[in-house]
């Protein structure tokens, strides 16, 4: 009875030992965490794919050298429009050695000029011919908005008055010799005229 007594209590410690071993162990090392899976939707996300900035619309200065990218050819804007037309693009009525066209802004990019080019007699004669064209162009659009009956202080003029500058700098005059480049075309009269209407009459 002792000797089976005995066995059998040290088969109990054996089998006390080895659970409580098993237990540590099982402490220890922890519960295995189940793999997660999060399926990927194809097209959810695409390199590059963020919404683009635009680029701001083009708008060239009456007189100002550009080329009409299709169908490629040069030419001298003689006329803009005031407002955006669809897709919101301004367009030009552009003077080609082969007649007058209409084009949008996109479709137009400026004539760069030759850097460090001495002027010559040529170009003088040229610039000249510009002008004349700068001035006829702002004739007819003075003509225009006089049949549109824009009153006289009407924002289109002070605009079509900064046009006229940006245009004129880019051959070198400044504010201050307009009215001499006015006479000198034969378009004094015409430059006078857009002076008092960009101004507001007194009272308003």
């Given at each position: 009875?002792?000797?089976?007594?005995?066995?059998?209590?040290?088969?109990?410690?054996?089998?006390?030992?080895?659970?409580?071993?098993?237990?540590?162990?099982?402490?220890?090392?922890?519960?295995?965490?189940?793999?997660?899976?999060?399926p990927?939707?194809?097209?959810?996300?695409?390199?590059?794919?963020?919404?683009?900035?635009?680029?701001?619309?083009?708008?060239f200065?009456?007189?100002?050298?550009?080329?009409?990218?299709?169908p490629?050819?040069?030419g001298?804007?003689?006329?803009?429009?005031?407002?955006?037309?669809?897709?919101?693009?301004?367009?030009?009525?552009?003077?080609?050695?082969?007649?007058e066209?209409?084009?949008?802004?996109?479709?137009?990019?400026?004539i760069?000029?030759?850097?460090?080019?001495p002027?010559?007699?040529?170009?003088?004669?040229?610039?000249?011919?510009?002008?004349?064209?700068?001035?006829?162009?702002?004739?007819?659009?003075?003509?225009?908005?006089?049949?549109?009956?824009k009153?006289?202080?009407?924002?289109?003029?002070?605009?079509?008055y900064?046009q006229?500058?940006?245009?004129?700098?880019?051959?070198?005059?400044?504010?201050d010799?307009?009215?001499?480049?006015?006479?000198?075309?034969?378009?004094?009269?015409?430059?006078?005229?857009?002076?008092?209407?960009?101004?507001?009459?007194?009272?308003?």
């Amino acid at each position: 009875m002792e000797g089976t007594a005995m066995t059998t209590y040290r088969e109990r410690i054996a089998q006390l030992e080895h659970a409580s071993h098993a237990e540590r162990h099982k402490g220890a090392a922890g519960p295995r965490p189940k793999a997660e899976y999060y399926p990927m939707k194809m097209g959810t996300y695409k390199k590059g794919s963020a919404m683009k900035r635009q680029p701001p619309k083009k708008r060239f200065a009456v007189g100002a050298e550009v080329r009409v990218i299709r169908p490629g050819v040069n030419g001298v804007v003689t006329q803009l429009d005031d407002e955006p037309a669809a897709l919101g693009e301004y367009w030009h009525r552009i003077k080609t050695k082969h007649g007058e066209r209409r084009e949008p802004g996109c479709n137009l990019e400026l004539i760069p000029k030759p850097m460090g080019e001495p002027p010559t007699q040529t170009d003088i004669g040229i610039s000249r011919a510009k002008l004349i064209e700068y001035f006829r162009g702002l004739e007819k659009v003075l003509d225009e908005y006089r049949q549109q009956g824009k009153p006289a202080g009407d924002s289109a003029y002070q605009e079509l008055y900064q046009q006229l500058g940006e245009g004129l700098a880019t051959l070198g005059f400044g504010k201050d010799q307009f009215e001499e480049v006015a006479s000198d075309c034969g378009h004094g009269s015409t430059l006078e005229q857009l002076e008092k209407l960009r101004k507001k009459p007194i009272g308003f």
